[in-house]
């Protein structure tokens, strides 16, 4: 592992977990107000090509809104309340679009790991448009780790940006995985804690890539993976975990 790694260990899930409304720029701020300096969050596309925070492949969990954002322009996208569902000091709060992202981490110094995260059948679109955009948005900053569940999604991003590093996500080791990240050109590998220990962390530093898990909100399990030569933890709990 020649090439320098300057991501923080502690990344914030979603902007600062379940403490405000997840990939909203509020919960980047409080993200901020605990000492995070990384965060992760979901990227999809609206109807019309504007790349956008979200998880699901629909909008009813964390908005006002219903049905499949990909099937709704931005202009009605930008009206839903993000935030209410959570609590009501969030109310009003909007989704929250990647330029938005883009100037609130460089203005906090922070890094990011931008989750490519496409609705059913739009996964080389939303790979090719969020990865250029991404790449413009950080042109001469540090530039975001882009990830994906969909290897379609991460090969669209390399073929758009290639110089943007990528990580290849897994929820199981899959048959066929490690050969899918090295074409894929990965220069990290994010699982699901529970899949990663010393034996993984060791195999993928081997190969020259970085080992990062997903969502780490126990102390012990931390320490564990620290020992072990973990790179980076995704964690919920932002206030428990991590910077302070």
């Not at 605990?34 to 969050?41: P, Q």
């Not at 999604?153 to 990240?181: C, I, N, S």
């Not at 081997?206 to 933890?233: F, K, P, S």
Request: aromatic residues 8%; negative net charge.
């Amino acid at each position: 592992m020649n090439t320098p790694w300057l991501y923080p260990l502690w990344i914030a899930h979603r902007g600062a977990g379940k403490l405000a409304p997840e990939n909203t720029l509020a919960s980047f701020r409080l993200g901020l107000q605990h000492g995070f300096r990384a965060y992760e969050c979901d990227l999809k596309l609206s109807r019309d090509g504007q790349a956008f925070l979200l998880h699901d492949d629909t909008l009813e969990r964390t908005s006002s809104g219903q049905g499949s954002p990909a099937d709704q322009d931005w202009a009605a996208l930008s009206r839903l309340d993000a935030g209410a569902w959570h609590s009501p000091p969030f109310t009003a709060e909007p989704l929250a679009r990647l330029e938005q992202i883009a100037a609130f981490c460089q203005a906090n110094g922070c890094a990011i790991n931008i989750e490519i995260k496409p609705c059913p059948g739009e996964e080389t679109r939303t790979g090719t448009v969020v990865a250029r955009e991404a790449a413009r948005l950080w042109a001469g900053a540090l530039p975001p780790l882009m990830s994906s569940f969909k290897p379609e999604a991460l090969a669209a991003a390399r073929d758009a940006a290639p110089e943007l590093p990528r990580g290849l996500l897994l929820d199981k080791l899959w048959e066929g995985w490690f050969e899918a990240a090295e074409a894929l050109g990965v220069v990290a590998v994010i699982t699901n804690y529970w899949l990663m220990d010393k034996a993984l962390i060791e195999r993928l530093h081997a190969r020259g890539w970085r080992a990062l898990v997903y969502t780490v909100n126990d102390a012990a399990i931390a320490e564990r993976l620290i020992a072990d030569g973990i790179d980076g933890i995704i964690t919920d709990a932002v206030d428990q975990l991590g910077p302070a």
